[in-house]
């Protein structure tokens, strides 16, 4: 089945030691996004490619970057994590210019900073 | 920016009882997707129902319906005979056709089942 893969599913890492969290899909979808999610709450986007073009939001942190190598895969890199950075991290995927328009969402990476 | 209102921060159905979530959204686009998301406690984000702006007739999948006001741009859901597996934070949001590939999501409303 055709799917978003995010890994790992919970990672723990310390206050300020850098962590890499993955996403795949297999779905060939044109357009990637990047959400962070804390309990109880809408989805937050970060930024988002569409193919190569790389979108930030304007108040995600410079502490949240990001890189796509290919169609497949994005990468979320934090820099420097804080305490405020303990979070759900999403991963999606839509197509840019139909048919379908909806977005398909990963299992999400939990990431807790001790 | 488009905005997405869900004022029902949480709702409660009883067990094969039928519920409507409340969505309004701001926008000045006149051809749009809207979207209905389900967030169960710990799980995935799987996509509900979605509708097209252009098309009047109101999206149903199974058990869930929407009511598409585009005049007064509201967006409720209806579920009808709930059941336990209903129980989740259910997400409003809107992405325009021509402006992009932003998703704008509402706040959620967390909706309990009553067995």
């Known amino acids: 089945d055709a799917m978003v893969i995010q890994n790992p599913r919970y990672q723990v890492t310390q206050f300020g030691k850098p962590v890499t969290l993955s996403c795949s899909q297999t779905?060939?979808?044109?357009?990637m996004y990047w959400y962070q999610q804390k309990s109880s709450q809408a989805p937050k986007l970060l930024f988002h490619?569409?193919?190569?073009?790389?979108?930030n939001e304007a108040d995600t942190p410079d502490n949240f970057q990001s890189r796509r190598p290919n169609t497949s895969f994005c990468f979320l890199d934090i820099r420097s994590p804080g305490l405020g950075d303990a979070a759900m991290y999403l991963c999606?995927?839509?197509?840019?210019?139909?048919?379908?328009?909806?977005?398909?969402f990963g299992p999400g990476t939990r990431l807790t900073v001790t | 920016a488009q905005t997405v209102t869900q004022s029902q921060p949480e709702m409660s159905v009883q067990e094969a009882e039928t519920v409507t979530l409340s969505c309004t959204y701001d926008?000045?686009?006149?051809?749009?997707?809207l979207f209905w998301y389900k967030q169960p406690p710990s799980r995935q984000m799987i996509l509900v129902i979605r509708?097209?702006?252009?098309?009047?007739q109101n999206a149903t999948e199974n058990r869930f319906s929407v009511n598409f006001q585009k005049a007064a741009k509201s967006f409720s859901l209806k579920i009808s005979d709930s059941q336990l597996g209903d129980a989740a934070m259910y997400f409003c949001?809107?992405?325009?056709?021509?402006?992009?590939?932003?998703?704008?999501f509402g706040t959620g409303t967390s909706l309990t089942v009553i067995p």
């Open positions: 999606a995927t839509s197509r840019a210019g139909g048919p379908s328009y909806e977005q398909y």
């Open positions: 779905l060939n979808h044109n357009v």
């Open positions: 490619y569409y193919d190569k073009d790389f979108n």
């Open positions: 926008t000045s686009e006149s051809d749009y997707y």
């Open positions: 509708q097209e702006a252009y098309k009047q």
């Open positions: 949001a809107y992405r325009g056709k021509n402006t992009g590939n932003q998703f704008y």
